[in-house]
């Protein structure tokens, strides 16, 4: 089954970049850089599993986003990029959170859970 995320920054050349350097099977990349393209990921009850959002979004944008974001979908993950590491490390912050995601998923669950 694909799963969807959507990528948002404030510069399109970032999220681009790092749309164009993720390659995982089953997986579709949407992009953006305001919340008319959240809406738009969203329009026709898309499901989007994941959003990722760099920090170079001034953070009431960013309140704003997470906001339209919960009223869109009650299924969606949110992730808040750090401003340190810079748009630089936007790439390296998705793909470590997909990866955990990812090996969490397949992950035997603790004797205590079983």
Do not use: W
């Not at 808040?80 to 748009?87: E, I, Y």
Request: hydrophobic share 40%.
């Amino acid at each position: 089954m694909t799963k969807k995320i959507l990528l948002l920054g404030r510069k399109g050349i970032v999220v681009d970049d790092a749309k164009s350097k993720i390659d995982i099977p089953e997986l579709e990349i949407l992009g953006g850089t305001g919340i008319e393209d959240v809406r738009a990921a969203f329009a026709h009850g898309t499901k989007i599993d994941c959003v990722f959002m760099g920090a170079g979004i001034d953070i009431d944008t960013r309140l704003d986003l997470v906001r339209e974001i919960f009223k869109l979908s009650d299924t969606t993950t949110v992730h808040l990029k750090d401003a340190a590491s810079g748009p630089q490390g936007f790439l390296s912050f998705v793909k470590a959170i997909l990866e955990g995601l990812n090996t969490g998923r397949d992950a035997t669950p603790p004797r205590e859970l079983e």
